[in-house]
């Protein structure tokens, strides 16, 4: 056996292969968080916080159409 032969032994024996990290065994284990509890809160907060929600999204849906309207605009306006 020659010298760099015993070498390139040596170095297999001093420096393993690194160890991998674990691959998720589903795509879920990575893609989601796990489930936090829920804080328990009093029916009448529930009735409000929904309320608020409620209002947000009916915001969000005023803005979305007031952008629709202006995007048809802008394209009706270009030939």
Do not use: C, F, N
């Not at 990290?21 to 804080?39: D, F, G, V």
């Not at 999204?57 to 306006?77: F, G, P, T, Y």
Request: charge should be positive; aromatic fraction near 4%.
């Amino acid at each position: 056996m020659s010298k760099s032969e015993q070498k390139g032994e040596e170095k297999k024996a001093a420096y393993p292969p690194p160890i991998t990290p674990r691959r998720p065994e589903r795509p879920e284990e990575w893609r989601w968080p796990s489930p936090t509890p829920l804080p328990a809160v009093p029916p009448e907060d529930v009735g409000r916080i929904l309320k608020q929600i409620l209002d947000r999204l009916d915001a969000i849906e005023k803005r979305l159409e007031r952008i629709e309207k202006a995007l048809m605009e802008k394209q009706s306006q270009t030939p």
